[in-house]
Structure formats: structure tokens, C-alpha cells
């Protein structure tokens, strides 16, 4: 029994010492710092909005809120690796009653012109065409209220980026 005794100890000793003075990982791309100056002005003023997209053909953001007759500071980042020829996005807020589907559609044959359809009408705004690491800067006057739409109009891209631009 008391040989039973020390093995159990023994165990429970090791474990204890073999759990101990482990440094605890942090996750990649998180950070415990405080948020940067350029995150606290963005939220600060609605809009002001930062938006994301990935190698993997996504937005961050799904739905976008500004507030109506203002000026729109829209910061498109390409946080992804790929170059523009291979996985470029944009962002492009198209009008109201605009079809998506056929506005991409015709958007894909305009290589020439980064995927902006010539003299379009259906457009409030977009981007510039960017690739990994880049960053794109767009400014313009929020249109009246109400529900529009915005997508990537790089080929094949507008069936995963694409969501709603809510002018409130």
C-alpha cells in the first residue's frame, strides 16, 4: 500500500512539474496591443469604412452602413499574397434596380479597363483594381437612402464578393 502510495505521487509530481513553465502561443494575426489610431478614426465616423478581401475570394464584410449625404472614405486592403493578374479584386457599389449578375458579366469582358464596363452608368463607385499586399483609397458622396448592392468585378469573383451597401 505504501509503495502504491509513492508511485501515485511520484506521477502526480511529475505531471505537475511537466505542465509547468510553458510559454502560451499566441494565435497568428491576433494581437493584444491596443487598436491602431486609423481603426478608432473609422469607427469613430461610419464613413470612414476598411474593408478586406483574401486570396480566398472573400470580403470581410458582408453588409456596409454609412449615413446619406455624406462624403464615403472607402479603404479597400488586399490582404492576401496573389498577384492582381491571378487573384485582383476591387470594390464597385453599383445603383439601385443595377442586376448584379449581368453587371459582372459585362464587367469580365473589360480586361482592358480593369474590369470597369466603359462609360457604365450603373456605377456609384469602385476601386482600383489591387493584388496581394495592396491597398486601395476611394472617395465619394453617399447617395440617398436606401439599399444597394457592391461586388468584386473581377472574373468569376462576384458569386462570393458581393454584399450590401446601406445608406441610412
Do not use: W
Not at 492582381?84 to 476591387?90: K, P
Not at 458569386?159 to 450590401?164: N, R
Amino acid at each position: 500500500m505504501k509503495t502504491l502510495r509513492i508511485i501515485v505521487l511520484a506521477i502526480f509530481s511529475i505531471t505537475v512539474i511537466g505542465c509547468g513553465g510553458k510559454e502560451e502561443k499566441k494565435k497568428e494575426g491576433f494581437s493584444y496591443e491596443k487598436k491602431s489610431e486609423v481603426s478608432k478614426k473609422a469607427e469613430s465616423n461610419p464613413n470612414d469604412v476598411i474593408i478586406t478581401s483574401n486570396d480566398a475570394m472573400q470580403f470581410n464584410k458582408k453588409e456596409i452602413k454609412v449615413k446619406a449625404g455624406q462624403k464615403v472614405k472607402l479603404t479597400l486592403k488586399h490582404i492576401g499574397k496573389l498577384d492582381v493578374n491571378v487573384m485582383g479584386h476591387n470594390i464597385v457599389i453599383l445603383k439601385k434596380g443595377v442586376d448584379l449578375t449581368a453587371f459582372a458579366a459585362k464587367a469580365a469582358t473589360q480586361r482592358d479597363n480593369k474590369y470597369i464596363p466603359k462609360n457604365s452608368e450603373d456605377i456609384i463607385a469602385h476601386s482600383d483594381l489591387i493584388g496581394g499586399g495592396q491597398v486601395s483609397v476611394v472617395e465619394f458622396d453617399a447617395p440617398e437612402a436606401g439599399t444597394y448592392e457592391f461586388l468584386c468585378s473581377f472574373p468569376g469573383h462576384s458569386g462570393l464578393m458581393k454584399g450590401k451597401f446601406i445608406v441610412e
